[in-house]
Structure formats: C-alpha cells, structure tokens
C-alpha cells in the first residue's frame, strides 16, 4: 500500500515535471539560436517582438526579431542605442557599453530588448547567433522602434546600411579598414556593392564616416557630408548630422541586427 502511494506520488511527479518542461520548449524541443532559426522551425511564425531563443550553452535569452520588415530577411536585434547615450563622451551613466566594438564584451540592459534607447547583448550571445550557420547579413536601421510600433508604416531605407559578414564581419571587427558593402544609404543618397572605409577601435563604437569615404577607398561622396566636419553615422558620434535619421535628435535611435535570409527551398534545417 505503501509502495503503490509512493509510486502514484512519484507518477504526479514525473507528469508535473515533463508539463513545466513542455512549457519551457515552444519550439517542438528545438532550441534555435536566433530569430531566423525560429522561422526553419515554425515558418508561420510572422510576428515581430520578443521571443526565447538560446545561447550556446543552450541558456534561454530574450530576443527581439523582426521577421517583416525586410522579408524574406529575419533579424536579431543585437544592439539599439539613442543619439543622447551614443554620443562621443556622453555623461549618461553606462554610456561607455554603447563606445566599444562588438569585440568588447558590454551589455546593457541585455534581458530588456525592447528598451530601443539603450540596450546591448552580452559578447557570448552576439557570437552564438554568428556563429549559426543561416546567419550571413547584418544591418543597422534608424528609429526601427517607430516602426516596431506601427507596423503600417515602412521602416525608414533612406539611412539604412547592411553588409555581409563575409565581406565585413561586425562581431569580429575592431578597426579600420576598407571593405565593401552590400547597400549604404544616407539621406537617400544609396550605393550598391560599393568600396567604404569602416571604422572601429577598443573605445569606438563601429560607425560610418559619411564625411570621410570621399578620402578613401571608392572615394565616393555622399552630399552633404563635409570632409571637414565629422559626420559618424549609425553610432560613435564624434559628429553627426542632424539629418541623418539616427542622430536627428537626442532620442533617435540606430538598431544593429544580425540575420539571414529565409530560404526553405535550399536549406535543410535542424
Ligand atoms: C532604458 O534604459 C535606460 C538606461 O539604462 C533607462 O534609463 C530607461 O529608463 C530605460 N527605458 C525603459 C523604457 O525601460
Ligand atoms: C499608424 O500608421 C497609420 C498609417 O500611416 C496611421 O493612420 C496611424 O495613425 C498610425 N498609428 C500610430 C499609433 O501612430
Ligand atoms: C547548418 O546547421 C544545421 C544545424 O546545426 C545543420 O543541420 C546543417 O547541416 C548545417 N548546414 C550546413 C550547410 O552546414
């Protein structure tokens, strides 16, 4: 009688148990490792906002994604950061995670992706989804939280960047050199695989320097920079234009994302 108590007592158990488990695991067990994998794993999934994925130890993070805005591209939102705290010498307290390369380990804030003002995923979660073998783009965006708020209006591709990582990987980029790029557009002024000069160091955050590609590289000029005045875009701001949407005022934000494109017919996944 005593064993047959035990035994149903240890049944609830395992059945408690296997339920929390369940729960745990919205991806059929699956533990996918970015956003776009989420999408291989359930292709109806279509919604941008925060879901779970995991780290390389299988720990599970929040992520925010963004499976529309550029479909069949899906995104991970590895980085989103105002002008006020990304700005060169910012006194905004923790200013400093928003001056380094992505080869500096700097979160802030890192299980609050929605907090598009002021937020960065520790070094070991960027490297996890770079690491995925879907993931080959990244991008930075301007105001993407605009848009995260009505999806009914286009996402801004006037000041808008994405490379691939093969021609220039973010993660592992921590100084300058000249690379190409897959599209770059300031004020609307766009240029498709074209030759940049692409900065970063130790307390730089990587940035593009409108101003300065006229100088280098493919000597391409973007109107209204002036070489003489330093316009960082997308991060840095050791000067900026006011009319570029990522730095027009202090609470403009610029969004660096990692991703991929969702292609089921040639990839076999998971
Ligand atoms: C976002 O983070 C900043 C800096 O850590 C903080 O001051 C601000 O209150 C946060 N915003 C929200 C909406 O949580
Ligand atoms: C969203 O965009 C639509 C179309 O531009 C507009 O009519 C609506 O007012 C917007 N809603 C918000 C909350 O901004
Ligand atoms: C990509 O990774 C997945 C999961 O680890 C694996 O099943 C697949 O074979 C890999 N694909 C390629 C092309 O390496």
Redesign the pocket.
């Known amino acids: 009688m005593k064993n047959l108590l035990t035994l149903a007592l240890l049944s609830v158990i395992i059945h408690a148990a296997i339920g929390t488990l369940s729960n745990e695991l919205p991806y059929g067990g699956k533990k996918p490792k970015s956003c776009l994998e989420i999408k291989y794993i359930n292709p109806s999934i279509n919604e941008n906002g925060i879901y779970t994925i995991y780290g390389s130890t299988n720990v599970a993070y929040k992520a925010y994604c963004d499976f529309k805005s550029d479909a069949p591209f899906v995104w991970t939102l590895i980085e989103s950061f105002d002008r006020n705290?990304g700005v060169w010498g910012s006194k905004i307290p923790?200013a400093w995670h928003f001056q380094r390369p992505y080869t500096t380990n700097a979160p802030?804030?890192d299980d609050?992706p929605e907090?598009w003002?002021?937020f960065r995923m520790p070094l070991v979660r960027m490297r996890s989804i770079n690491s995925v073998n879907t993931t080959t783009h990244w991008r930075v965006t301007c105001n993407f939280n605009d848009y995260a708020q009505n999806l009914t209006k286009d996402i801004n591709r006037d000041d808008y960047l994405r490379n691939n990582i093969c021609d220039l990987n973010i993660v592992y980029t921590y100084s300058f050199a000249c690379h190409q790029f897959d599209y770059v557009s300031v004020r609307g002024y766009s240029c498709v695989r074209c030759y940049f000069p692409f900065w970063a160091a130790s307390n730089y955050h990587p940035t593009f320097l409108a101003s300065h590609t006229v100088n280098y590289c493919g000597r391409y000029k973007f109107p209204e920079s002036n070489p003489s005045h330093q316009e960082s875009d997308f991060g840095h701001y050791n000067g900026y234009s006011t009319k570029h949407a990522c730095s027009s005022y202090g609470s403009s934000t610029a969004n660096w994302w990692l991703g991929g494109l969702y292609e089921p017919q040639t990839h076999t996944m998971l």
Do not use: V
Request: glycine fraction near 0%; avoid cysteine.
């Open positions: 705290i923790n802030h804030n609050q907090n003002s002021a």
